[in-house]
């Protein structure tokens, strides 16, 4: 009965509705997530940071990345993002079959499940953030109200992260091995991506190709903010004009659309599936 009240209701009403469901599960889960832990919201820097330190010595250190500018705000900042894209699609993949028992006992939209998950990994981005920041003023970085610019980017890889874990949770119900494929799949885009090496080490075929990922755009047009004057490579310069900055937009609003289409027409058989 509530859900068909629910979808009798306009459209912006439905939207705000299902957007309250999915931030009350995300404040739930994040608050259940660390509940018993003796550092608690602590581990949530921990891994980033951990991450950081170790790729900085190897790759800052012993291959002499740092040789440019600000080196180790460009490689934490490359870090967080792509700790929150890895840990936001790998947790919503399991997220439906975790939740078999939902599925088939409540009537509610099935794709509060991998949002809940996704918008809990996006509060851990938000305690990054701030670890990032602190980062940043020890530098002596001064912000800017360019750096304003910074919250339609962040805005634009939750959503693009949403269409995938929206694609990747539906998939994974019909093909457990996808688990497999995805772990791999993230291997290959961190060491094919300039997340630790900045994109001159690109070959040059290769570029335009890398940058097709909205993923990709994200970080660097956030690394150009942030870091103005380091000569950051941004689509703009790949594909040789602003123009360049509408193609992986296009391909992340397609990932979205895509992601949540596959969903929807899977979203039937989810119950008797899992």
Not at 4 to 33: C, D, N, Q, S
Not at 47 to 67: D, E, H, Q, S, T
Request: overall charge positive; glycine content about 6%; aromatic content about 14%.
């Amino acid at each position: 009965m509530a859900t068909l009240e629910t979808a009798a209701r306009p459209l912006p009403t439905r939207l705000a509705h299902y957007a309250r469901i999915v931030g009350v599960t995300a404040h739930a889960e994040f608050k259940l997530k660390y509940s018993g832990s003796a550092l608690g919201y602590v581990w949530s820097v921990v891994k980033p940071l951990g991450l950081f330190g170790m790729l900085y010595i190897v790759f800052g250190r012993f291959f002499k990345l740092n040789a440019f500018a600000h080196y180790p705000i460009y490689l934490l900042v490359g870090i967080v993002l792509w700790t929150y894209f890895a840990d936001a699609t790998n947790l919503s993949l399991y997220s439906l079959v975790n939740r078999g028992s939902l599925l088939s006992k409540l009537a509610f939209p099935r794709a509060v499940i991998p949002l809940s998950v996704t918008t809990t990994t996006a509060i851990t981005l938000g305690v990054n953030l701030i670890a990032i920041a602190v980062f940043i003023a020890a530098s002596g970085i001064v912000p800017t109200i360019g750096w304003l610019a910074l919250i339609p980017l962040l805005l634009e890889l939750f959503v693009v992260t949403a269409g995938v874990s929206l694609f990747l949770s539906a998939l994974f119900v019909r093909l457990r091995d996808l688990s497999q494929v995805w772990e791999l799949c993230l291997q290959l885009m961190f060491y094919a991506s300039p997340i630790i090496y900045p994109p001159s080490y690109l070959p040059p075929w290769w570029r335009p190709i890398a940058y097709l990922s909205p993923f990709n755009q994200v970080i660097q047009d956030a690394r150009a903010v942030v870091l103005p004057r380091s000569g950051i490579v941004t689509p703009t310069d790949v594909y040789h004009g602003p123009a360049g900055q509408l193609i992986p937009l296009a391909i992340g609003a397609a990932i979205v659309i895509g992601g949540y289409a596959f969903f929807r027409r899977q979203s039937p058989w989810f119950a008797e599936r899992v």
